[in-house]
Every structure is written in C-alpha cells, then in structure tokens.
C-alpha cells in the first residue's frame, strides 16, 4: 500500500554532486524512518544514511553526503557532494512505516537508481 519512487540519479564526473529524492506514496500510513541503502553487482546492500528520530551516516559518506526530510510530503532528500568513483552504485529507498493507530510496522523498498561517478 506503500510506494517508493526514487530519481535523480544520473553519471557524474568525480568531484560533482548528484541530489537523489524519493517520495513515499500511499495512504494511512506513517513513516518512522527511511534511509537510502546502495548495492553494487555481486555485493550486498549496505546502508549509506538513514533519518527518523535521528540521523547516521557511513563511514565512508560521512561529510560528503547530506540526508534530510519533508515530512508534510513523505519526501527524502540525498544531497551528495565530492563524489567519488566508489560511490558508483544503485541507490534504494527504504521507508519503515505503520498504518495510522497502529504500531505493526511495515519495510518497503523502491526500485532504485543508477548513480555512475566516472571521468
């Protein structure tokens, strides 16, 4: 009942930056956190930041890359500078979520991104 549509990504030069958003679509429902996880071919998927009550970052992002929210249109936000080839990957959405009074949560994902840092 939940959809995830990523955009935004796209191929960059090494130092540019790239902004990746997602919208969360659906009804009665309420998001608790959503984070962007990033999967390259082979390997599995490693989360790169997540926000809900907080906000945390990899290692590897850490002051390169920015996660915010709308909340009042179910928005995220990846604002990514000084990219580097090693961030060559797809870029997933995922949103943990509840319907309205309730407290069952739900992990939806979406289709995902190709984000190509190259020269």
């Known amino acids: 009942q939940v959809q995830l549509v990523e955009s935004g990504g796209g191929l960059v030069q090494p130092g540019g930056s790239l902004r990746l958003s997602c919208a969360a679509s659906g009804s009665a429902f309420i998001i608790n956190a959503m984070c962007w996880h990033r999967q390259t071919p082979g390997k599995e998927r490693e989360s790169v930041a997540c926000i809900g009550g907080s906000t945390n970052y990899a290692d590897s992002v850490k002051g390169r890359f920015t996660i915010s929210r709308d909340n009042s249109k179910n928005t995220m936000y990846l604002q990514m500078n000084s990219l580097k080839p090693e961030d060559t990957a797809v870029y997933y959405c995922?949103?943990?979520?509840?319907?309205?009074?309730?407290?069952?949560?739900?992990?939806?994902w979406g289709q995902g991104t190709q984000v190509t840092v190259s020269s």
């Open positions: 995922y949103a943990q979520t509840r319907p309205v009074g309730s407290f069952y949560l739900n992990d939806y």
